[in-house]
């Protein structure tokens, strides 16, 4: 686990963050860019006074950021929620997979959600559908352990100055810029390869189509573009051989068991500009 973590999220960059930025990052850019943050895994490794935008179509995940950075109160009150929301998390699982569950009213509406979020994707992945109070307790715990006040309050620190927002991603990458901006974007898995939803927005091959028509619209010069999305082969088919784009593959692991049985996982590097 990262200790660099602000957030575990589910299909997030945390561990693989600094490989990507070191191999694929443009040397010069003035301003970064994250249209789908979820847990906004590259914000630790990039340079405090640099303009950063981060976003995220899930209003949950984009009020979990915002109150983090301007309530002073949010940590205290997010860590007496955990300790409740760990008591009841079997329940709202339950209901949940069962299509009956509901978020509240209320800015803790974040606590429940990514919590939620994060183990019905363990569920997903590693377990057979089945009532998720079946779960061990280190299973339900995986989710919540990075959660602490020590990583919160290092988040807290390192989301100060960034802007965020919570609109349709091309609202961000799109915009013009006095100098070069570089965006990574880390979209939602393409659904009829997940079979399962994960996220509150999930995406088809027509989203994905999309993405690629729209990013190679832009100036590479002034709007550097990188995506990573799994190396499925429909994904393939969408992005290789496109002109513009160079597409690379990289071997990456993800941590959804023991560190000692991590499962590997191709996954597709997409920029639009030299390298």
């Known amino acids: 686990m990262s200790d660099n973590m602000l957030l575990k999220y589910p299909g997030s960059k945390m561990t693989a963050a600094r490989d990507i ?4 990052a443009p040397h010069e ?15 630790t490794h990039l340079p405090v006074g640099m303009p950063r ?35 009841c998390l079997p329940k709202i699982e339950a209901r949940f997979l069962e299509g009956r569950y509901r978020l509240r009213r209320g800015i803790f509406d974040a ?21 998720v109070a079946s779960f ?3 299973m339900r715990e995986v989710g919540l352990h990075p959660m602490t006040r020590e990583r919160m309050e290092n988040a807290k ?8 927002t919570c609109l349709d991603y091309w609202e961000v990458l799109s915009p013009p810029t006095d100098g070069v901006v570089f965006a990574i974007c880390d979209p939602p898995y393409n659904l009829r390869y997940c079979q399962s939803r994960i996220y509150q927005h999930d995406w088809d091959i027509d ?3 999309l993405l690629r028509d729209r990013v190679a619209s832009l100036n590479p010069k002034t709007h550097k573009v990188l995506i990573t999305l799994d190396a499925e082969d429909i994904t393939r088919t969408i992005w290789e051989g496109q002109p513009g784009f160079t597409v690379l593959v990289r071997e990456q692991t ?12 191709d996954e597709l590097i997409i920029v639009n500009y030299p390298l």
């Open 254 to 265: 993800y941590g959804m068991k023991s560190d000692d049985d991590r499962q590997g996982n």
């Open 29 to 43: 850019f003035t301003e970064f860019r994250d249209p789908c943050c979820g847990g906004c895994p590259w914000l």
């Open 136 to 138: 061990s307790p280190h």
């Open 157 to 164: 620190q390192t989301v100060q100055g960034v802007k965020m």
């Open 53 to 87: 935008w981060i976003n995220d179509l899930d209003e949950w995940v984009y009020r979990y950021w915002l109150a983090l950075r301007d309530d002073p109160t949010f940590v205290d009150r997010f860590q007496e929620e955990r300790a409740k929301t760990i008591g």
């Open 111 to 131: 606590v429940d959600y990514l919590f939620l979020r994060r183990n019905a994707h363990l569920q997903l992945l590693n377990m057979p559908r089945r009532n």
């Open 21 to 24: 930025l070191d191999f694929f």
């Open 207 to 209: 989203d994905h189509v």
